[in-house]
C-alpha cells in the first residue's frame, strides 16, 4: 500500500477541476517540498465531512482525487503557490499519523462501467428538470406578485386611513 501525502479541504474537489493553493502552513509546506522531489509530484484531496481545515480534530471523508502540481512558485521563505489538476479518483484505505503532515494509505478507485443511457431517455429526463423549473419560477412569480399587491394595498389602505 502506497503511503499518499494528503491535504484535507473544506471543499470537495473533483477529477479534471484545477485547485490552485497557496501554501503558508509549515505541514504543508513539508508536503509540498516532500511531493516536488518525486517524479510524479502529487498528494490526495479529500473533503473534511466535519470540523475545521486549520486547527485538527477534523473528520475525513475516505474519498477524494489525486491533485498533480502542474505549476509551482516557491518564494522562498516556506511559502508555495501551486496549481494543481485533479485526476485520479482514490479511496483511503487507513488514515496514518498527521506526522509531518496528513497521509494515507490509498488505492486508484476507477470509475465504474455503467449501462449505456439512451438519448431518448436523456431528453426525457431533461425535459421533465426543465418542466419542473418552469413551475417553480412561475410559483415564485406568483408568491413574489402576491407580496407586492399585498404591500401595495396595505401602502395604499395606510394613505387612505391618514387622510380620514
Not at 57 to 66: C, I, K, M, N, Y
Request: charged residues 30%.
Amino acid at each position: 500500500m502506497p503511503v499518499t501525502p494528503m491535504f484535507p479541504l473544506e471543499v470537495a474537489m473533483l477529477p479534471g477541476e484545477e485547485l490552485p493553493l497557496r501554501i503558508f502552513e509549515p505541514r504543508y509546506t513539508a508536503l509540498v517540498s516532500d511531493c516536488l522531489a518525486t517524479d510524479d509530484p502529487a498528494f490526495g484531496v479529500v473533503l473534511i465531512a466535519a470540523g475545521r481545515e486549520v486547527g485538527g480534530g477534523d473528520t475525513r471523508s475516505d474519498v477524494g482525487a489525486l491533485a498533480h502540481i502542474t505549476e509551482c512558485a516557491d518564494f522562498g521563505d516556506g511559502r508555495y503557490r501551486l496549481r494543481c489538476v485533479m485526476a485520479e479518483r482514490i479511496r483511503v484505505l487507513e488514515w496514518l499519523p498527521d506526522d509531518p503532515y496528513p497521509r494515507a494509505a490509498v488505492e486508484v478507485w476507477p470509475d465504474e462501467p455503467g449501462a449505456a443511457v439512451d438519448v431518448e431517455a436523456i431528453r426525457d429526463v431533461e425535459d421533465r428538470m426543465v418542466a419542473l423549473f418552469e413551475r417553480i419560477a412561475a410559483a415564485a412569480l406568483r408568491d413574489a406578485v402576491e407580496t407586492v399587491t399585498a404591500m401595495v394595498e396595505f401602502q395604499l389602505s395606510d394613505k387612505a386611513s391618514g387622510r380620514l
